[in-house]
């Protein structure tokens, strides 16, 4: 005991020295973070655009855009994503810069309001759309998988990353047209095994829902007959 009491000053001393040589900061305006706040600081958390898609899980306008081909229950976003914002400036930060606890934290944030809401009724199990081997190789991670993980963290719903897997390793979607998008993504995904009972889809930033919608057929096709979406941002 007597060392416990010994050694513990002079951990905190390194520490504290380690954070001196690399202070962290918020990923957003790079100011210093305080002990309890995790990548980003709590005012650009609050300068965010939000929506309150979960609380009008069928009434809103990502539901509008991706109802239809799906047995949808329901479909939410957290941020508005806009071009130069502090959102994208975040997301680069994770997407190009290797930090994927960002999409963590932002799901811990994802999911505090969806529990305020009555979104998350039902739902078994949180399944994040896969990336294909070789773009995860590529990579390191999964952004929609740290999304998810921050989610089950608050949440305690359990990460399927087995039912769905990507087959094929499409073109970016960007400067595509709608149906070209469909096309690039239609044949993309495959199931294997049990399907959950309702599954909350996960998903990082939903531009026409191409890539979703067609991760959400797959699922339905192999026995989901109801499936509830969700996206860390939605591009109006």
Not at 81 to 100: D, E, G, V, W
Not at 176 to 184: L, P
Not at 218 to 223: R, S, T
């Amino acid at each position: 005991m007597h060392l416990i009491h010994f050694f513990k000053p002079l951990c905190r001393l390194g520490l504290d020295f380690i954070e001196l040589l690399y202070p962290r900061l918020c990923v957003g305006c790079n100011h210093l973070l305080s002990p309890t706040e995790k990548e980003i600081c709590l005012v650009c958390l609050s300068h965010l655009e939000t929506c309150d898609f979960e609380k009008f899980p069928q009434n809103n306008p990502l539901y509008y855009r991706l109802a239809g081909k799906i047995p949808l229950l329901g479909a939410c976003s957290c941020f508005v994503f806009t071009k130069k914002s502090l959102l994208q400036r975040i997301i680069h930060q994770a997407k190009y810069h290797n930090n994927p606890y960002i999409m963590q934290t932002l799901g811990m944030f994802f999911a505090q309001r969806l529990l305020q809401s009555n979104f998350l009724a039902n739902v078994s199990e949180i399944v994040p759309i896969p990336l294909h081997p070789k773009k995860l190789k590529k990579r390191g991670y999964n952004q929609a998988e740290y999304i998810a993980k921050g989610i089950a963290q608050v949440t305690h719903l359990p990460i399927n990353t087995y039912f769905l897997y990507r087959t094929k390793n499409t073109e970016t979607q960007t400067r595509k047209n709608k149906i070209e998008r469909w096309n690039n993504v239609k044949d993309a995904f495959e199931c294997k095994g049990t399907p959950p009972n309702l599954p909350l889809l996960i998903d990082d930033v939903i531009t026409s829902g191409a890539t979703t919608q067609a991760a959400a057929f797959e699922m339905y096709k192999h026995g989901c007959k109801q499936i509830k979406i969700a996206s860390l941002a939605f591009v109006s």
